[in-house]
């Protein structure tokens, strides 16, 4: 059974750091590409960041560049996000998904990944 599920979200102040993980079964990160999401109240669900298994390329919304850092352990078939610098407008609900291809479309659009965790909260505010 293919699955994705999301952990590591939490409540910090402006220019705190957190961590989320994304641990996958049922399939090889080694070989599919996986997305971040992200969705606050009342806006559409964004791509944030994306890793392609393909050539390990990485993308990043202009939003996040130089703050959050997606990186791929392959021994435990997991994707994590290190939000550093994290800002009140990071406030969102976090997703991870697959296109279930190789490689990120730039930038990551909702319509071609599959397989949605349940999602983590992250919350930035003093």
């Known amino acids: 059974q293919v699955q994705l599920v999301e952990s590591g979200g939490g409540l910090v102040q402006p220019g705190g750091s957190l961590r989320l993980s994304c641990a996958a079964s049922g399939f090889s990160l080694d070989y599919y590409a996986i997305g971040w999401f992200r969705q606050a109240p009342g806006k559409e669900r964004e791509g944030v960041s994306c890793?392609?298994?393909?050539?390990?390329?990485?993308y990043y919304a202009d939003s996040v560049k130089g703050r959050f850092t997606i990186s791929r352990d392959n021994a435990k078939n997991t994707v994590y996000l290190q939000m550093n610098s994290l800002k009140p407008e990071d406030t969102a609900v976090y997703y991870c998904?697959?296109?279930?291809?190789?490689?990120?479309?730039?930038?990551?659009?909702?319509?071609?990944?599959?397989?949605w965790g349940q999602g983590t909260q992250v919350t930035v505010s003093s």
């Open positions: 998904a697959s296109p279930f291809t190789s490689w990120c479309s730039e930038p990551p659009q909702v319509a071609d990944f599959g397989s």
């Open positions: 890793f392609s298994a393909s050539d390990g390329s990485t």
